[in-house]
């Protein structure tokens, strides 16, 4: 458990993590590693506290500080961070320093054991697979058996393979053991298949908390939106309500939409929309007159996803079909006409900017 | 006839000896100044870089020991300390950088490890840098061997002819602030 509050060098923010894992989620420069390096002791925040296991660790206000060696927040850094110089062996026994002989060496046993590295142990982190290195970086944080873990950008920077093997290896930790967990994500991925909880942040805010299904599902505001990624967002204006048909209306930039009741709002509020992708439907225009919800707009660009086809429209409109759906045009046919249709279930307000 | 062999034996004798004092300064300094920013750091840094602007006659003799500062017995223990000033800023310049390239992160990780601070700095910090120092020995050890002053101090015994100690004391003067001023440019912070 720990409970933090930490205002340094233009972060300012307040929350509290139980066990399994909590994800900071933002873009670079909005705060992540500043935060774990403040709870870790590595930098020095102006004000706040930090209470780990109803243990103060930092308080400003009454200048308690804890060196880092003192608050056994064990740190897997971005680039990991095994020792060079020493074999993963010997990386594993750094953090016993202190413990009895036997101890020390049971413990290593144990946790080489646990995460298969019996054939790497004698070796240099430089020397075995890259899966070793992340099971090693691990084992090590764990093995003194610290109140926290911190890790930085987990997911940053590694190929497809190994991403699986680190979501296994952390899935593993946070099913086994009861430990807290603080983890720097700069993907949506690494938050849904990770976290219980996540912290939204922006220029060292906190926008939004929650588990990331619901703060990907009703994000705050647009720019929360806009930081987890979310795609076709349109002002609107609301310029009818009917509660009898439970519909309303929402006028946009070039067009009219109908969509569901918005209770709580009235007419003429200013009101952002979001529509994911994957929901709009899409096809080619045959030159039929558009049924409701159908938008006539210009196809600019098409680009295939791994199990899609995305595309682009004029006015920022995304839409993402299934391969099958999306017969290429031939090549001599310059009608880039589309419809689109925004299926009224699919659209979602949020709240004013 | 033997050739003689003293001269050799006593310049190695005192370049080792400068070398291993300098190291012992150097390596705690380059330290300090590389991991921590403290008030005064950059006229410390001045301070340890003099002895590259005045030449060694001006500092040894008028500032140390016209000065009265340091009793001045010209025998080789005089040598081997004048040697070891002259060798610092140079060690001093070539552990910084050695330390500087240690990766952060490596320190932070034995931290949150629960190593303290002389444990990092000697089981993490001097082994990755150890390439940087080794070079630094050698390279501090070649400039003590084939410094000419400190054995010309040994040989000649003599002291050297008068002059105002307060011009002198200027030029130290000037050195120094240059120093300070370009400690500071070359760091990115203003004086402190």
């Known amino acids: 458990m720990i409970q933090a509050r930490l205002a340094a ?5 307040e929350f509290q993590a139980g066990s399994g894992i909590t994800a900071l989620f933002g873009a670079a420069g909005a705060g992540k590693t500043l935060i774990l390096d403040a709870i870790a002791g590595f930098v020095t925040p102006a004000s706040g506290r930090v209470i780990l296991d109803d243990k103060i660790v930092f308080d400003a206000a009454s200048r308690v500080n804890l060196p880092p060696r003192s608050r056994h927040c064990a740190y897997v850094a971005r680039h990991w961070a095994l020792f060079p110089h020493m074999s993963v062996h010997d990386n594993l026994l750094f953090p016993l320093a202190g413990l009895p002989r036997l101890e020390r060496h049971r413990r290593v046993k144990e946790m080489l054991e646990r995460f298969t590295l019996q054939e790497a142990a004698p070796r240099r982190p430089h020397e075995v697979s890259p899966a070793e290195r992340l099971r090693a970086t691990v084992a090590r944080a764990l093995i003194g058996e610290p109140k926290l873990l911190l890790v930085d950008e987990p997911a940053a920077g590694l190929d497809i393979a190994l991403r699986a093997e680190w979501y296994k290896i952390l899935r593993l930790v946070r099913d086994e053991t009861s430990l807290p967990m603080l983890l720097a994500a700069r993907d949506p991925e690494t938050c849904f298949e990770l976290a219980r909880n996540m912290l939204l942040l922006d220029g060292g805010r906190i926008l939004q908390s929650g588990p990331p299904r619901k703060v990907f599902d009703q994000p705050v505001g647009v720019e929360a939106a ?23 209306r929402l006028r946009l930039e070039n067009f009219e939409l109908t969509g569901p009741y918005l209770p709580g709002r009235l007419r003429g509020d200013r009101v952002w929309l979001c529509v994911e992708p994957g929901r709009l439907l899409a096809a080619p225009h045959d030159g039929a007159k558009p049924s409701m919800n159908q938008v006539a707009a210009r196809l600019e660009r098409a680009s295939e996803t791994p199990d899609a086809v995305r595309l682009e429209f004029a006015g920022g409109i995304v839409a993402e079909i299934a391969r099958r759906d999306f017969e290429p045009q031939p090549k001599d046919n310059d009608n880039k006409e589309w419809l689109v249709e925004f299926p009224p279930n699919a659209l979602r307000v949020l709240g004013c900017p | 006839m033997p050739p003689d062999w003293s001269p ?33 750091s950059n006229l410390l840094n001045a301070a340890v870089n003099l002895p590259l602007v005045l030449p060694p006659a001006v500092l040894v003799y008028y500032l140390l020991a016209r000065l009265g500062l340091w009793p001045l017995h010209f ?4 040598a081997t300390g004048v040697s070891a000033i002259y060798t610092l800023p140079l060690l001093l310049r070539l552990t910084w950088p050695g330390l500087a390239a240690v990766d952060h992160s490596f320190e932070n990780a034995a931290r949150g490890l629960g190593a303290g601070e002389w444990r990092i700095f000697w089981r993490i910090t001097l082994p990755l840098a150890w390439r940087a120092l080794f ?6 050890f070649a400039r003590a061997f084939v410094d000419f002053f400190a054995t010309a ?18 030029v130290a003067a000037a050195s120094m602030a240059a120093l300070y001023v370009g400690s500071w440019v070359w760091r990115g912070q203003a004086p402190a």
């Open chain 1, 9 to 13: 060098h233009g972060v300012d923010v």
């Open chain 1, 226 to 248: 806009r930081l987890l990624g979310i795609r076709n967002l349109f002002p609107a204006e609301i310029v009818a309500l009917d509660p009898g048909r439970n519909t309303s």
């Open chain 2, 8 to 40: 050799l034996w006593l310049s190695l004798r005192y370049a080792g000896l400068a070398t291993l004092l300098a190291i012992l300064v150097a390596l705690p300094l380059g330290w300090l100044l590389e991991r921590r920013r403290f008030t005064g």
């Open chain 2, 75 to 78: 025998n080789w223990h005089t």
């Open chain 2, 153 to 170: 101090l040994v040989a000649a015994n003599t002291a050297y002819g008068a002059g105002s100690v307060w011009l002198i004391l200027l």
């Open chain 2, 135 to 140: 070079g630094a020995v050698l390279a501090g």
